[in-house]
């Protein structure tokens, strides 16, 4: 192990000299999820063409849009238990290359089936990207900063949809939507080159970081994730403990509310708002933008909240999700809003109140997950979460279809977010790390 490559400061809160190299590591995961939705949120972009250039029904461009999450949501356990065994390293790196080939090859696609088969094989690359980063983040990083860097690695996929909205809108004007694909694609390998040479499995393996800064990250955890390989459990007997539970069924309907902004909100925005293309590209991203900034916010101050004893890590988990979700539950009042701008406010607070939960949706598998299990089991939280984006597209198309308009769709969104306030207030428990037989 060799001292960090310049890369330290000096922190005298922390008492000493403390490296920074898991925040390069940090940044790392941010540009994998960054990439990943902007991979998974080109075909939402492009939709409007796709649907003129290829005769495809508007109906069944709903199944185009959720087809990605069929194999990204059953793919969820195994690449959280490949990750687990056989490293985060090989995880991820496989799974971004994956997917970035899937993205390029989606410009060769030439009427629906192409499209369904190109876009499932995007979701089977893209299934590793989170249950690797949470298991990263039990790894290389204090329960001090687990909120902080879940928060701050989940922002990406904001980042990435809000700029891939006008980036893609611009591409496709100056390209076209064929070759757009094939550009974003290749962006992907380039960061997997990156990962391979700068990634270690465990800071102790880092050949950059400084024995400080191990000493600071392990010492600041209950549970040191990686300094072996056994795992106590089978994946499925998570399923024994209530808290798992909660976790999965709350994020499913955090998800369901939030897909919308990645798959239908574009069509929504020029369809029922009347918005020209370009208007929405950049209209697309403001919901986005304001989700990053609140959950980076809030993920830094669920920290505090737990680490200044001001509340419990249970009631501040607890506080965040359920505001969250109650902010969330200003989609159901966007059609109704009477302006157009009124109307775009209300999906940046109910998009804003998704984020700040999804702060805490991703910091709960490394303060419940056993020993070594921290991937496998945010893998089974976000397979269930990850069904909101295989039934909400096809829902919401259909109610779409039936009523003309969007209305009666979001008003079912917002009465699912009901639902998830509920199970989060009754259902979740105690959050605690599950303990298992020695």
Known sequence: MNVALGIEGADQSRGGKVGRVRWVVAALMWLAIAVNYIDRTVLSAAAPNLIKDLNIPVEMMGFVLSAFFWSYALLQIPAGWFSDKFGQKLGLGMSVAWWSVATSATGLATGFYSLMGLRITLGVGEAGAYPSNAGIASKWF????????????????????????????????????????????????????????????????????????????????????????????????????????????????????????????????????????????????????????????????????????????????????????????????????????????????????????????????GDVAPQNMTSTLAGLQNMVSNFGGVVGPIITGFIVAATGSFAAALMFSAALGVMGILNYAFLMGKIEPIHTPD
């Not at 309907?253 to 919308?260: E, G």
């Not at 209209?283 to 920290?303: K, T």
């Open 142 to 365: 204090p329960d001090r900063e687990r909120a902080t860097i879940s928060g701050l690695f989940d922002s990406a996929s904001k980042f990435g949809g809000a700029v891939a909205m006008p980036l893609i809108v611009w591409m496709i004007a100056l390209l076209d939507w064929r070759m757009t694909f094939v550009a974003i694609g290749a962006v992907g390998l380039v960061w997997a080159v990156a990962w391979w040479w700068f990634f270690s499995e465990t800071p102790e393996a880092s050949r950059f970081i400084g024995p400080d800064e191990v000493r600071y990250i392990r010492n600041g955890q209950a549970r040191k994730h990686g300094m072996d390989n056994v795992r106590p459990l089978k994946w499925h007997q998570l399923l024994r403990y209530r808290n798992v539970w909660a976790m999965c069924l709350g994020f499913f309907t955090i998800n369901y509310i939030s897909y919308f902004f990645i798959t239908w909100l574009p069509t929504y925005l020029v369809k029922e708002q009347g918005m020209g293309m370009l208007t929405m590209g950049f209209v697309a991203s403001l919901p986005l933008l304001a989700g990053l900034v609140a959950e980076i916010a809030a993920g830094w101050l669920s920290d505090q909240v737990i680490h200044r004893q001001w509340l419990s890590r249970t009631a501040t988990r607890k506080l965040f999700l359920i505001g969250g979700l109650s902010m969330a539950l200003c989609i159901g009042l966007a059609p109704y809003a009477g302006s157009v701008i009124f109307t775009v406010v209300l999906l940046c607070v109910a998009k804003a109140g998704t984020t700040v939960a999804a702060s805490q949706v991703w910091a709960l598998p």
